[in-house]
């Protein structure tokens, strides 16, 4: 609903979209600030061109490798064992994420479960622990872990949470009254469950499974950790042997082909059902399903999914942090790694929100096909693996700029281009909240345009920005395949440092880098949380 906020005696357009004359001593109207601002839409559309440079790169290596080496580099035995293990993961991993995402999403949300909020916020909590450090967990309990089944384990445990948030924020919003006309009819809870709350979910389910299959293509140090062959872990053995060899290009081709279609498919599943209430009077909060004997066995099923997915990661963290004792904790290692990885943090999250303003403000104010293209263009890179954005910033860098090669610049530029969706999906909804009738209203009192565009929806989008902000932060302390390649030499951040001595088997040594990165996390994971409920209600 739009609210006409328009002072009294202000000067209104016609309806027919002809300007209003000014009155004296009047400004002239906000009509004229309808069309597209020109100098936005520039630096739109260069934002645009720039995060579609990783495709570029993997097109171009893909034509300057030529047809015949292409084909013979990609039809091959070892890229068929690559994709195999790929699929088998996925075709695994999804819907066991499925399962307990939206099991325990409705556990917590739609049954008299006791203590539903604290298990709200178990649920979420993995997602605070980077999936190397929970591979890290598991391995120091288990060190033969390792192949398919290992892979399973630590992708479900890690990544189950992202089926979940949506799913649970979904089913706290849901209108109730659709599965009480369904029970009237003579349908039993289950059948209700099935055949009305599901297809209500399909959304969140498929966003879900979304996110879940694309980590599993970009996941490097969970994997090989536990000596499972992916194609990310294969094009880092690579790049490390060649430096940018064509059997590696062709395997990032691969791996981006396995992304697009995973975006596809994920298009194609949502349907074009709609599901919202459209009558009058307000809308009743969901109830709540007694469990009855059923009680007791949720509350054991998910103490020990969270015991799995946080307390053995946790406890190998702060078991190898207590043996170490204080020779692990060396300031002149840990500060300047933990100093870095702050700096880097802050450094991009606020460069993605000022470059992610430009995109959300014309999708919000200038909505229109040309707008949603380039929305659309920044979720193309972000679906990538970072070690794909990371090769394709190597290349140019080396070949077209190479006084920026392996400087803070481009580090920060890969972060922008990897997370820039984040920040933009809040700041859309940030804007959305500001309608431009306040801003129109500033104006016909006297404020100045850009004045009252500070005053009025700035102030209103600042809350939704700084979540955007903390979200991008949250990937950048986790970040570590891109990391790798592109850090300016000397550069320490957590996450590098902790693959540097897990990778020598110094697990003690690395507890301490991996404690630091949960306590940096949590609180974002919180705020994550608590964001997807907000955006479930608009």
């Not at 097109?59 to 064992?81: H, P, Q, S």
């Not at 209108?175 to 959304?203: C, H, K, T, Y």
Request: glycine letters at 8%.
């Amino acid at each position: 609903m739009t609210t006409d906020l328009t002072a009294p005696g202000a000067h209104r357009a016609p309806e027919t979209g002809t300007a209003p004359t000014p009155g004296p001593g009047t400004r002239p109207g906000p009509a004229s600030g309808r069309r597209r601002p020109p100098v936005l839409a520039v630096i739109a559309v260069l934002i645009a061109l720039v995060s579609l440079m990783p495709l570029g790169y993997v097109v171009v290596m893909t034509v300057a490798t030529g047809w015949d080496t292409a084909v013979n580099l990609i039809f091959r035995a070892r890229v068929g064992e690559l994709l195999l293990n790929t699929i088998l993961l996925m075709l695994v991993s999804v819907p066991l994420c499925l399962v307990l995402g939206v099991g325990g999403a409705w556990l917590v949300e739609r049954t008299r479960l006791r203590g539903h909020r604290f298990w709200a916020l178990a649920l979420a909590a993995p997602l605070a622990i980077p999936a190397f450090v929970n591979s890290y967990g598991w391995v120091s309990a288990i060190p033969s872990l390792a192949g398919l089944w290992s892979g399973v384990l630590i992708s479900v445990l890690s990544y189950f949470p992202l089926v979940y948030i949506p799913a649970a924020a979904t089913l706290s919003r849901l209108d109730p009254s659709l599965e009480e006309s369904a029970a009237s009819l003579g349908l039993g809870p289950w059948r209700v469950f099935r055949r009305v709350v599901l297809p209500q979910l399909r959304l969140a389910m498929t966003g879900g499974a979304l996110l879940v299959g694309l980590h599993l293509l970009a996941e490097y140090g969970a994997f090989a950790m536990i000596r499972f062959d992916t194609f990310t872990t294969a094009i880092m053995v690579q790049y490390q042997s060649t430096f940018n060899g064509a059997a590696g290009n062709m395997l990032a081709s691969v791996l981006v082909v396995l992304c697009l279609l995973l975006l596809v498919a994920e298009v194609r599943s949502r349907g074009t059902a709609r599901y919202a209430r459209v009558g009058s009077g307000g809308q009743a909060a969901p109830g709540r399903m007694p469990l009855g004997r059923l009680h007791v066995p949720a509350q054991l099923a998910l103490l020990l999914l969270v015991v799995l997915a946080v307390g053995v990661p946790m406890w190998f963290v702060v078991r190898w942090v207590v043996l170490g004792g204080s020779a692990i904790w060396t300031p002149g290692e840990l500060v300047p790694a933990l100093v870095q990885t702050l700096l880097y943090g802050v450094a991009g999250a606020a460069v993605t929100t000022l470059v992610a303003f430009p995109m959300a403000f014309l999708a919000v104010r200038r909505p229109s096909w040309f707008t949603r293209s380039l929305e659309l263009s920044n979720y193309v890179t972000s679906s990538m693996p970072g070690i794909v954005v990371g090769l394709a910033f190597v290349t140019v860098s080396i070949r077209f700029l190479p006084g920026v090669y392996q400087t803070a610049f481009v580090l920060v530029a890969a972060y922008v281009l990897l997370f820039l969706p984040r920040a933009l999906v809040s700041l859309r909804s940030g804007l959305a909240q500001a309608p431009r009738e306040l801003e129109e209203a500033a104006q016909a009192l006297g404020v100045r345009p850009l004045a009252a565009f500070a005053r009025v929806t700035l102030r209103l989008a600042a809350p939704a920005a700084a979540g955007g902000a903390a979200l991008v932060f949250l990937a950048i302390v986790n970040e570590l395949t891109a990391t790798l390649l592109l850090s300016p030499n000397g550069t320490r951040t957590l996450a590098t440092e902790f693959w540097a001595k897990s990778s020598e088997i110094d697990y003690a040594g690395a507890a301490p880098y991996a404690l630091l990165m949960v306590v940096l996390s949590a609180p974002m994971t919180y705020l994550l949380f608590q964001q997807s409920k907000k955006a479930a209600g608009q």
